[in-house]
């Protein structure tokens, strides 16, 4: 397997193992019907199996995975924040990337197990201690700050969606706080109509903005990824659009 100049594997494929074998599940007495799809789904999803055999705490893992395959924004000796990171699939990926040389911070409001090589935070990032308590485990501002977090969902596509911009916003107010100049943000967004002034301010503060949505996110969900690199601290030179 070759690495590229920055230390990223750009040329390396998620693939997945195994053959394609339909699990199905009975209505067990007591179980919504609801809550039986989901249970098979998960159970014949190849993301979820092929998590599982690699040691994952999760499937978003590969979304991580393929978003640094697209942009190239992890690399060795990197240090880098993982905002609501729980259960830990994205922290476990960004050590990998990284290296032994590198440095992961993991924040969740949430319990979350430890993450060997990583540095985790039962914490709420908004907190005034959070920026210091983060520079101070990276020893210096991070490289990249993560951010898979999303809202906890009313069932009502409006509100959720003004949720998740309320959420991206503050996440990136934060990552303005620790990042290094030309440092990455990368978070999860929904699509919708009133992220404008939100996009139009990443462009201002970083060199180049974009989005994607990874293979492993489902079709049927309307999550994509904002990826914003080579942050400029909010000047005013024109962005790379």
């Keep these: 397997m070759t690495t590229n100049k920055k230390g990223s594997r750009g040329g390396e494929r998620t693939r997945m193992s195994g053959r394609n074998l339909t699990t199905r599940v ?13 249970l098979q789904r998960q159970l014949n999803d190849p993301y979820v199996v092929e998590a599982k055999k690699r040691g994952y705490r999760s499937r978003a893992a590969f979304k991580l995975l393929e978003l640094d395959q697209k942009f190239h924004f992890l690399a060795t000796g990197m240090r880098i924040v993982d905002l609501g990171a729980a259960p830990g699939g994205w922290t476990q990926v960004a050590l990998e990337r990284v ?15 430890p993450v060997t090589g990583a540095e ?32 906890p969902i009313t069932g009502h596509p409006k509100t959720d969606h003004l949720r998740l911009m309320g959420l991206l916003e503050v996440a990136l ?38 989005h994607a949505k990874p293979p492993s996110s489902r079709k049927e969900s309307s999550e994509t990824y904002v990826v914003a690199m080579g942050f400029r601290g909010g000047s005013d030179v024109p962005a790379e659009t």
């Design 26 to 38: 009975k209505t067990a007495k007591g179980r919504k019907i609801s809550s039986t799809r989901w």
């Design 173 to 210: 107010d934060f990552a303005a706080t620790v990042l290094v100049p030309g440092g990455t943000f990368v978070a999860k967004v929904f699509q919708g109509g009133s992220e404008r002034d939100l996009l139009n301010r990443m462009k201002r503060d970083f060199a180049t903005v974009r």
């Design 99 to 113: 290296g032994a040389k590198g440095r992961v911070v993991a924040l969740d409001i949430n319990e979350m197990e």
């Design 120 to 151: 985790v935070f039962h914490c709420d990032f908004l907190d005034d201690a959070a920026p210091g308590l983060i520079t101070g485990a990276l020893d210096g501002p991070a490289d990249v700050v993560l951010s898979d977090m999303a809202a």
